[in-house]
Antibody, heavy 120, light 108 residues
């Protein structure tokens, strides 16, 4: 079964660092781009960026460039999203999703999400 | 950058047809994709490349495109179709993704 398993919920304080993960299984992990999507409670989906595990090529949304770091470890079949200086405004649900190899640019498999709460 | 426009909400009675539009100039050149998100759940891909349906997605979900507008049609709406629906596309190079603001479908 193709799946993306995300790490558990996090509660952090402003200024702290954080790295959440997304482990792929059931498919050739290096071949598929993995994207990250933010969803603030009660709001819509926001594309943050995408990484190709095979060569670590990474593209950021201009809105998130410099705010987060996206990476992947091919050997661990895991993608990551990290912050070095969390803010309260980073509180949200974060989804990872796989970009399909079939046809266009759709995200065909999604993780269940990781809730990040940043509060003093 | 560019934005996709969706109606905030659509209401439909069971068994009727719901149509959700998504508009942007970019859609004349780029494909659109549709996702369904139910409360407390991750999004699910419904339609790709304007009108293709992944395996496992019911036939009552269909997509179409005309000019700057793409449309997700739900035929014979069921209570379980109550959810938020998002369109998505990319820039001309496929580098940057963008999601629409989402449409909440309410089944009366």
């Amino acid at each position: 079964e193709v799946q993306l398993v995300q790490s558990g919920a996090e509660v952090k304080k402003p200024g702290e660092s954080l790295k959440i993960s997304c482990k792929g299984s059931g498919y050739k992990f290096p071949n598929y781009w993995i994207g990250w999507v933010r969803q603030v409670p009660g709001k819509g989906l926001e594309w943050m960026g995408i990484v190709h595990p095979g060569d670590s090529d990474t593209i950021y949304s201009p809105a998130f460039q410099g705010q987060v770091t996206i990476s992947a470890d091919e050997s661990l079949t895991t993608a990551y999203l990290q912050w070095s200086n969390l803010k309260a405004s980073d509180s949200a649900m974060y989804y990872c999703a796989r970009r399909s190899l079939v046809g266009g640019y759709q995200l065909d498999v999604w993780g269940k999400g990781t809730t990040v709460t940043v509060s003093s | 950058s560019y934005e996709l426009t969706q109606p905030p909400s659509v209401s439909v009675s069971p068994g009727q047809t719901a149509r959700i539009t998504c508009s942007a100039d970019a859609l004349t050149k780029q494909y659109a994709y549709w996702y369904q998100q139910k409360p407390g759940q991750a999004p699910v891909l419904l339609i790709y490349k304007d009108n293709e349906r992944p395996s496992g997605i019911p036939e009552r979900f269909s997509g179409s495109s005309s000019g700057t507008t793409v449309t997700l049609t739900i035929s014979g709406v069921q209570a379980e179709d109550e959810a938020d629906y998002y369109c998505q596309t990319t820039d001309s190079t496929g580098t940057y993704y963008v999601f629409g603001p989402g449409t909440k479908v309410t089944v009366l």
